[in-house]
């Protein structure tokens, strides 16, 4: 009857989600982006109607940092976004957000990047992609110099040197460098952002 009448049914979720927030936002941002219902939360940024656009999250990025310290991911995400989307039951940020401005998107990625500090031995950062640096003990080198399989496996591995046929192999000589990329989908900017 509500529905016949002309008024908008939402849920208790939406009622909480939404809070206090203008509801002309509200519904632009549930227009452009996605509903409540589907994921969509608000951050702490404000804006009107028109001072917001819409970037890519970087989902990649996200996840694996998800993975260091997930409220921290949510934090920097919620703190720099007027709104985003998210999956797994609106738990992870993913998809899209409403940001006010590029250096908004910049800080929230400069935030997640930082949480990855702690996972990589070396972060660097462009305009389109995080890599993050590794190195780990590589199985094969170790074979092909004669080290056999089993504990002078796991000591190279725990950066420990050991000596095969009398001589001592360094844990540097067995080890590869990996590299993990992250896209990052930079937001266009205007003359406003400058």
Known sequence: MIDDLGYRVVSETWIRTVDDRPLDVVDRVETELSTVDEGLRFGDREADNDGWRSV??????????????????????????????????????????????????????????????????????????????????????????GIPEGPAFGKLAAGKAVEVNGRTIEPHVVEDEQVDRFPISPPETTPSDR
């Open 56 to 145: 890519e999250l970087p989902d990649e990025l996200i996840g694996a940092a998800h993975a260091v310290d997930k409220t921290a991911v949510w934090d920097a995400v919620a703190a720099n976004a007027v709104a985003f989307e998210t999956v797994e039951g609106g738990t992870l940020p993913a998809g899209q957000a409403a940001v006010v401005s590029v250096d908004e998107f910049e800080a929230m990625v400069d935030e997640i990047v930082d949480l990855l500090a702690s996972k990589y031995e070396r972060i660097e950062r462009t305009s389109e992609e995080v890599r993050g640096h590794h190195t780990s003990f590589d199985p094969q080198k170790a074979a092909t110099l």
